[in-house]
């Protein structure tokens, strides 16, 4: 992880608690982090549950990893390097989100278990949904919903995730949701579930 190079510096607790956040929203601030392969439904199934809490008068966000390398990111490539530091980022995010009681999405493809342990350790453990959209390489170069696959096989793109770079399945995750037998409703209806369940919302 980044060494902290700014020195002089002091963490100040705010006289608004995470707790008076919470309290006014209604729910508790948490991480869902949604983690696949290209192609496998993490941004339409974090799309469909941020819908759906809105339904239920929750506040939540989605932080996507196209939209996310428009701005905060726009200066990270995909070299292993600049991929660690784009999820190092995007847990930091996260994390303050989820500490101003945002529900918090993100649809990153996040391919190493490293770097997910990392932002589950910036929350307590109640607070960090770490959920695997499960599918099968065949079943997501079908969809191939952005070409990527077929630049990837025709080497127009280097160090793709599951053709020429790695992706490490998550080990022990708080949800799995087989999207090559579930459509994005019912996944997203389970992951609605888990919330109710764990006291999130």
Same mark, same amino acid.
């Given at each position: 992880?980044?060494?902290?190079?700014?020195?002089?510096?002091?963490?100040?607790?705010?006289?608004?608690?995470?707790?008076?956040?919470?309290?006014?929203?209604?729910?508790?601030?948490?991480?869902?982090?949604f983690?696949?392969?290209?192609?496998?439904?993490?941004?339409?199934?974090?799309?469909?549950?941020?819908?759906?809490?809105?339904l239920?008068?929750?506040?939540?966000?989605?932080?996507?990893?196209?939209?996310?390398?428009?701005?905060?990111?726009?200066?990270?490539g995909?070299?292993?390097?600049?991929?660690?530091?784009?999820?190092?980022?995007?847990?930091?995010?996260?994390?303050?989100f989820?500490?101003?009681?945002?529900?918090?999405?993100?649809?990153?493809?996040?391919?190493?278990?490293?770097l997910?342990?990392?932002?589950?350790?910036?929350?307590?453990?109640?607070?960090?949904?770490?959920?695997?959209?499960?599918?099968?390489?065949?079943?997501?170069?079908?969809?191939?919903?952005?070409?990527l696959?077929?630049?990837?096989?025709?080497?127009?793109?280097? /160090?793709?995730?599951?053709?020429?770079?790695?992706?490490?399945?998550?080990?022990?995750?708080?949800?799995?949701?087989?999207?090559?037998?579930y459509?994005?409703?019912?996944?997203? /209806?389970q992951?609605?579930?888990a919330?109710?369940?764990?006291?999130?919302?």
């Amino acid at each position: 992880m980044k060494e902290q190079k700014a020195t002089n510096v002091t963490w100040h607790d705010h006289k608004v608690t995470k707790e008076n956040r919470e309290s006014l929203l209604n729910q508790k601030g948490s991480v869902l982090w949604f983690t696949g392969l290209s192609g496998s439904g993490k941004s339409t199934i974090a799309n469909e549950v941020a819908y759906k809490l809105h339904l239920h008068q929750k506040f939540a966000y989605v932080l996507d990893g196209d939209n996310v390398r428009h701005g905060l990111n726009k200066d990270l490539g995909f070299s292993p390097e600049d991929r660690n530091e784009n999820i190092r980022r995007i847990g930091e995010v996260a994390h303050l989100f989820a500490d101003a009681g945002v529900i918090t999405l993100t649809a990153f493809i996040s391919p190493y278990q490293k770097l997910r342990d990392f932002c589950r350790n910036l929350l307590p453990e109640e607070r960090f949904f770490e959920i695997h959209c499960q599918a099968k390489l065949d079943t997501c170069e079908e969809r191939d919903p952005k070409g990527l696959y077929k630049k990837a096989r025709a080497g127009e793109i280097k /160090q793709f995730t599951g053709i020429d770079a790695p992706y490490e399945e998550p080990k022990n995750p708080e949800l799995i949701l087989d999207t090559d037998k579930y459509n994005v409703e019912e996944c997203a /209806q389970q992951v609605i579930d888990a919330l109710k369940e764990k006291d999130i919302i």
